[in-house]
């Protein structure tokens, strides 16, 4: 079977398994674990922050970070498909009482001239404008790389009108890798910074907050709050460690494979890439056969390629570590088999 529901399918490799049964380890809510703490400060380094603090998802680094910047009663900006405002139960409402202000981007991508018309006036009948977030890569919009200018331009703005700036960047080593555009550069504009280990880079738990050293603290205190403080957690750090080392250049090669799903899918005239464009390791495609994506993605597995509906008529596949240039070949050549099959079908039945 051809998994490509995610990149979060992957299983760690021998050498990482390794690394991870050798991991020093201490207490790290009584004091601190070594791991862990070299995790964090490697993490720091290479986002170009001050400290970094290890939690177990992306959900909760996104949480804490709306936890730092703004109170109950606050308003966050955000575009309109993004991961913290779609894929995480609303939790910045439930945990946080801080509400949400959305912007339509083109591509997924807005400009500051949007933003102008939704700041909230500082008078006490509006909502306080506390926080801009952003995404990079943005999954709904199909693995697309915020550009750089845009980043700065928008956080800019932000600063401006007294706007703190947090990225969620579970994707951004893929940014990075796809653009050469170092880590740091794609940080400097943002107060704290979100990443994923378990995405591309094929760890199996964990994601790290990094930003100014005087809000560790907080970044820990907020953290035991969501229940998100462990212990002997340098086995899972030494896994994401071991990711950062060996698994970061190689994303490439994740690109490169999507590409061949991409040029498949273009071959296809019952399939369309949504967006035409493939920027890093994600695929997006609109089915116009019988039963939308549901049924697309039902007999795709059925022949060896495992995807989920996007939509009601999309279907998302996501290249990663265990999907060669060969797998992704076939997996075109499934993808495309299933198209025309349900085409026919669709022929035959309404004759």
């Given amino acids: 079977m051809i998994d490509l529901r995610s990149d979060t399918v992957t299983k760690p490799t021998d050498s990482m398994r390794r690394a991870m049964a050798e991991a020093e380890v201490g207490d790290d809510v009584i004091d601190i674990d070594p791991t862990v703490a070299r995790l964090q400060e490697r993490v720091a380094a290479l986002l170009g922050k001050e400290a970094a603090m290890f939690m177990p998802s992306g959900t909760m680094t996104n949480q804490v970070a709306v936890r730092l910047h703004c109170r109950p009663g606050d308003e966050m900006i955000c575009e309109e498909g993004c991961h913290i405002f779609n894929y995480e139960q609303g939790a910045f409402a439930q945990l946080s009482g801080v509400i949400a202000r959305t912007v339509r981007g083109q591509r997924s991508v807005f400009w500051p001239d949007q933003l102008d018309d939704l700041l909230r006036p500082d008078n006490e009948h509006a909502a306080r404008s506390r926080l ?16 750089l200018e845009n980043i700065q331009a928008v956080c800019g703005w932000a600063r401006d009108h007294g706007l703190a700036t947090h990225l969620d960047g ?4 893929n940014a990075a ?19 994923c280990f378990s995405k591309g880079l094929g760890a199996p738990v964990g994601s790290a907050l990094a930003g100014p050293r005087t809000l560790l603290s907080s970044m820990r205190r907020h953290r035991k709050l969501l229940g998100g403080a462990m212990r002997q957690s340098g086995i ?15 994303l490439a090669d994740d690109h490169r494979a999507a590409q061949i799903l991409a040029d498949a899918v273009r071959a296809t005239p019952q399939l369309a890439l ?7 390791n994600i695929v997006i495609f609109r089915t ?59 022929a035959t039945t309404s004759l």
């Fill in 236 to 250: 899972i750090a030494a896994g994401a460690l071991y990711a950062l080392e060996h698994h970061i250049e190689r």
């Fill in 132 to 147: 801009l977030t952003l995404e990079n890569t943005h999954n709904r919009g199909g693995g697309v790389i915020v550009p």
């Fill in 177 to 195: 890798v796809a653009t050469g555009i170092p880590l740091a550069t794609w940080c400097a504009p943002f107060d704290t910074v979100s990443v």
């Fill in 288 to 346: 116009n056969t019988p039963g939308g994506a549901a049924a697309f993605c039902q007999q795709a597995h059925a022949a060896g390629v495992w995807m989920l509906p996007f939509s009601r008529i999309h279907v998302r596949a996501v290249t990663h570590l265990h999907i060669g240039a060969d797998d992704a070949r076939r997996a075109g050549e499934i993808i495309s088999a299933t198209a025309e099959k349900l085409g026919r079908h669709a």
């Fill in 274 to 280: 949504e967006p035409d464009q493939v920027d890093t």
């Fill in 170 to 173: 579970a994707r951004l080593f």
